[in-house]
């Protein structure tokens, strides 16, 4: 069981900067893949940015440039540094986990609101 708790978000003017971080609980975080997604009003959720277990990373092209996703083993957490931001990354932020262990499972923080003022 892995529980997330994400926190950092906030109102910001656009071009200014934020960093997200997601706090994860239990023991398998080194072996989980860990994303971020963000879901804005009457849209669908959709992934911002990924980091493997390995390290690697992948990002949604919206994004691309501007945000960065790090995770810290030692830690159980994992942060998203958001820079030039614009009005279209107003969302509420998720953290998510996934691990594979002979089936794949799947967590999700509560959320986290980011607002980019124009």
């Known amino acids: 069981q892995v529980q997330l708790v994400e926190s950092g978000g906030g109102l910001v003017q656009a071009g200014g900067s934020l960093r997200l971080s997601c706090a994860a609980s239990?023991?398998?975080?080194?072996?989980?893949?860990m994303g971020w997604y963000r879901q804005a009003p009457g849209k669908q959720r959709e992934l911002v940015a990924a980091?493997?277990?390995?390290?690697?990373?992948n990002y949604a092209d919206s994004v691309k440039g501007r945000f960065t996703i790090s995770r810290d083993n030692a830690k159980n957490m994992v942060s998203l540094q958001m820079n030039s931001l614009k009005p279209e990354d107003t969302a509420v932020y998720y953290c998510?986990?996934?691990?594979?262990?002979?089936?794949?499972?799947?967590?999700w923080g509560q959320g986290t609101q980011v607002t980019v003022s124009s």
């Open positions: 998510n986990a996934a691990h594979y262990l002979g089936a794949w499972y799947d967590y």
């Open positions: 239990g023991s398998i975080f080194s072996i989980s893949n």
């Open positions: 980091i493997t277990s390995g390290g690697s990373t």
